[in-house]
């Protein structure tokens, strides 16, 4: 972790920002050992990307984790024991976390459908550690009310009995309808984030806005909410430079996270990223989830019916297939788009040319490439990254 000492004068946004990287940076997850050890019985639930109702944990008292892999500060040795060298390095990296003992904070982990890879991750997990608790938790592919809402519901219940036992109580429907409400918050602080990038990319570079994001990982809700609204008003009191960047939107990256450096890298070559996929798991639901009815249907009705799209979620009807992408270009008067899809990500690589055949009969520029979380060569990227914001710029001027 870093430790360099901040000037006092240094402007607020930056002591931010300063922060959030260290969090960031901490594969011991000390702020979760904090929180845990400033009262007794508490406990932490960790969970893979994309999404899981993280208002059940919430609602149990119990802080929810988000563990995004290893990044590019580990060397995964044990990891590479269970998985083969031709899938995502996200499950190894996450097993190298586990078997040394980086995560013994955690009480139990979740593991969402976001592919193959991780549902049979679930299963090594519950052999290497079958002390803690595990679930591998299914979402519905069927979007209507009485099917897939109703599984849906029975799948949460399930989440909510375990967490239940494991706190020695139940979790009732009240504190199920407060941790809604603290999450409606923390969303609404969200997209207000992602608004004034959009407006004012300049002032809330991407790579500040990813850290943000990746500080509520291991943050109470409550306390990340408060975080990215000093944010905001910090940003807006820092004037920085604006320049003639390519706005484009990044799509791809929704499970193995891209390294800061590649985010960095995308910037420096003159992109401006006013939308991406990065964590899905807080603007998953995309809009507020009423907080005084039955928590459990109101969760699956706006799983169902108002939720992102992403390659890990079944589009139950093929002609919706890149419509939330073409949301995301207008909505954020985007110029192109960038697709950055972590290397053997089935999900992102299948459904790639299938977005890339929408953008192209909607006349939208795009280019793509590959990473890894531990990508190291940033120059080929920047390189590619570069040529395509100059060619949206030469082309928008002919």
Known sequence: MSTTPMSPHTPEVLQIVKHCEALFEDLRFDAVRAWKAAAPGRKAIGYMPVYVPREIIHAAGMLPVG?????????????????????????????????????????GMLFPSICDVIRNLSGVWQIL?????????????????????RFWMQEMQHIRDDLGRLR?????????????????DNGRALRELYAYRSAKPWQAPTSEVYLLQRAGMVLPVEEHTALVRRYLAAAEAFPRPKRDNARVVLNGSFCEQPPLGLIKSLEMAGCYVVDDDFMLVGRWLQDEVPSDGDPLRELARAFLHRSASTA??????????????????????????????PSFCDPALLERPMLQDVLAKHGIPQTAFKYAENTGQMAPIREQA????DSIKLWSAA
């Open 386 to 389: 570069g040529t395509f914001a």
């Open 67 to 107: 563990i995004l892999g290893g990044g590019d500060q580990i060397e995964v040795i044990q990891g590479d024991a269970y998985y083969q060298s031709y899938i995502c390095r996200i499950p190894r990296s996450t097993l190298e976390l586990g078997l040394t003992g980086r995560l013994d904070c955690l009480d």
């Open 129 to 149: 550690f079958p002390e803690k608790y595990a679930r591998y938790v299914d979402v519905p592919q069927n979007y209507d009310d009485e099917v897939g809402g």
């Open 312 to 341: 890990a979620k079944y589009d139950a009807r093929r002609e919706d297939k890149g419509v939330f992408l073409l949301r995301q270009v207008k909505t954020r008067a985007a110029e192109g788009v960038i697709f950055a899809a």
């Open 168 to 184: 020695g109580s139940p979790v009732t429907d009240a504190e199920l309808n407060t941790s809604i409400a603290a999450y409606n």
